[in-house]
Structures are given as C-alpha cells and as structure tokens.
C-alpha cells in the first residue's frame, strides 16, 4: 500500500493553525515551481533554493533559474518569495554518475541525483535555521514520489527543520502547472536537465 503523500502534506498545513513557518523549497524550475507555488504560498513564507549541478549547461542553468526568479516576481501569494541561488556546479554531478551514464531514465543515476539535491537542501535549510523544506520534484509524473519522501524523511530525522511530504501532481498538479505556464508564457523544457535526459528524449524523437 503506497503512502498518500499529498494528504500527508495537507495535514500538516492544517496543523499549522495559523502559523507561517518558513519553507526552504527546492525549484528545479518555473512550470514545477508554479503549481507548488499556487499551492503553499499562502501558508509559509518561502524561499525558493535553486539548486541544480545536473543541468547540461550554463546557459540552459541559467534560462531556467531567469523564468523562475520571473515567474515570482509576477506570481502574487500572501507571503514575499525570495530566491537563494545556489551557483552552478556540474562537477558535483558528474562525479556522482560516473559508472551510471548508461542507465535508464528513474534508475539509481535519478536516485542519486535526488538524494543530492535533497540533502543540499536539507544542509541549506538547517544552516539558516528554517522550520520545513520540501522539493517541487515530486510535481513530475516522471520522477519517483516515493524515493523523493523516503529521502526527505530520512535525512531530516531528529532535526528542527521538518520536511514536508509532497506528491504535487495530485490533485490535478501537474495539469495545473502546464495551465500556469501558458498563462505566464514560462519555458518549458522537453527534458529533466541532464545530458542523459537530454540524449534519451533525443533518442525517442
């Protein structure tokens, strides 16, 4: 029986009975961050973390960090968002996949690149002493919810930021965040970030 990892989420805003903690919210970016966004920006005060060593290139780290800090600016919630960026740098990445190159799309190369990404996270979010962080990964059909939350929860085990359990394409989430992005022309890009994303959409056209 899978976890109902939305429910999960939605209990804890409930419980928060008018507080608004911080959140520390991993954006990979814009049309992710959008439907994420919609829905928890009117119960924390949120920063957005971009962090994303396995983006192919420079160029395409910073096209997709633009839209977001864009998308913010025009996107109105209760709360100020702000942004942390957190540079770009692929050798971590590389490094972490090397031997996994020829692995298939939500293999152990995604897992890794998860538990990467979530731990920085987790690091950036204790550090600067913030009450929840979450990722906007699980937005994705194409990424794996439960290897997302099982992480999450792991790694942030008897600390005082607390993470916040998400599968945001339920309720429609995913088809949300592709209605918000016609309405805010935001980029979309056909694959996950990484050159083996990018060489196995490539393959499937």
């Known amino acids: ?39 928890l920006g009117n119960y924390f005060k949120i920063t957005i ?43 971590n990445f590389l490094s972490m996949t090397k031997g996994l190159e020829d692995l298939p799309e939500r293999s152990e190369r995604c897992y890794k690149c998860y538990k990467m990404r979530l731990k920085e996270t987790f690091k ?12 906007t990964l699980t937005l994705s059909p194409y990424k794996n919810a439960e290897w997302l939350n099982e992480i999450g929860e792991r790694i942030s085990k008897d ?7 998400s599968d945001f394409k339920k309720k429609d989430g995913y088809k949300r965040s592709i209605v918000l992005s016609k309405i805010y022309n935001l980029y979309r890009q056909d694959y996950c970030g990484c050159s083996y994303s990018k060489k196995n959409k490539e393959i499937l056209n």
Not at 18 to 23: F, I, S
Not at 159 to 165: D, F, N, P, W
């Open 159 to 165: 600390s005082h930021t607390k993470y916040l359990y």
């Open 124 to 135: 950036v979010a204790e550090e600067k002493k913030f009450d929840y962080f979450a990722t």
């Open 49 to 91: 973390f971009y962090y994303n060593p396995n983006i192919t290139s420079k160029i395409e780290y910073n096209k997709r960090l633009d839209e977001v800090k864009r998308f913010i600016k025009e996107f109105k919630v209760k709360y100020p968002i702000e942004i942390l960026d957190a540079k770009y740098d692929p050798e």
């Open 1 to 39: 029986m899978h976890t109902n990892y939305n429910l999960l989420m939605e209990n804890e805003i409930k419980s928060l009975d008018g507080r608004v903690p911080t959140l520390l919210l991993h954006a990979c970016c814009a049309p992710c961050s959008s439907a994420c966004i919609e829905r």
